[in-house]
T-cell receptor, first 117, second 114 residues
């Protein structure tokens, strides 16, 4: 079974600084997708960024970028120029591209990010 | 706003009762997914429907059931409720059932079982 591990339960960052959240996953699949979701205090789950395993180029969305290391099964999220609104729980998620389990997302336990003014 | 709507936002009920949670997917999305978020179990996939048909089941209890109607809205039925069923229940939708398609989450229904 696929597993997603986020080893940092909590992290903090100074406003305007850069922070990196870690995520590792375990899979025997070669085709899969990885995601970072943000859950602010409102509890809404918001998709931050997506990475396809077949793409070597790391995904970027404005201040958010990932470091995807397929061989190491690592998928970290870098937030640049942190803002107060970035404070939230961040969840790493995995989904196979085909076969059993390709419908649902498997989530890590989450990392709570605090932004210090 | 993801475009996915869920009602009610909050639900407080007693043990042994039955409740129904409702989800309307984004316009054009055929897939609906249900997830449960609890403190001890984290975010867990419950069940997936695509265009009215059940496609996959995850860690869904036998006391729980779901369906997707012809207008594509979905309902999650929880019966014989226990204290441990207290959680945030999310519905998500996507255009297709697999492959390169993102899941967009609704605001969730917070269920409290007393």
């Amino acid at each position: 079974a696929q597993t997603v591990t986020q080893s940092q339960p909590e992290m903090s960052v100074q406003e305007a600084e850069t922070v990196t959240l870690s995520c590792t996953y375990d899979t025997s699949e070669s085709d899969y997708y990885l995601f970072w979701y943000k859950q602010p205090p409102s509890r809404q789950m918001i998709l931050v960024i997506r990475q396809e395993a077949y793409k070597q180029q790391n995904a970027t969305e404005n201040r958010f970028s990932v470091n995807f290391q397929k061989a190491a099964k690592s998928f970290s999220l870098k937030i640049s120029d942190s803002q107060l609104g970035d404070a939230a729980m961040y969840f790493c998620a995995y989904r196979p591209g085909s076969g059993a389990g390709s419908y649902q997302l498997t989530f890590g336990k989450g990392t709570k990010l605090s932004v210090i003014p | 706003d993801s475009g996915v709507t869920q009602t009610p936002k909050h639900l407080i009920t007693a043990t042994g009762q039955r409740v129904t949670l409702r989800c309307s997917p984004r316009s054009g999305d055929l897939s609906v997914y249900w997830y449960q978020q609890s403190l001890d179990q984290g975010l867990q996939f419950l069940i997936h429907y695509y265009n009215g048909e059940e496609r996959a089941k995850g860690n869904i209890l036998e006391r729980f059931s779901a369906q997707q109607f012809p207008d594509l809205h979905s309902e999650l039925n929880l019966s014989s409720l226990e204290l441990g069923d207290s959680a945030l229940y999310f519905c998500a939708s996507s255009k297709r059932d697999r492959g390169h398609n993102e899941q967009f989450f609704g605001p969730g229904t917070r269920l409290t079982v007393l």
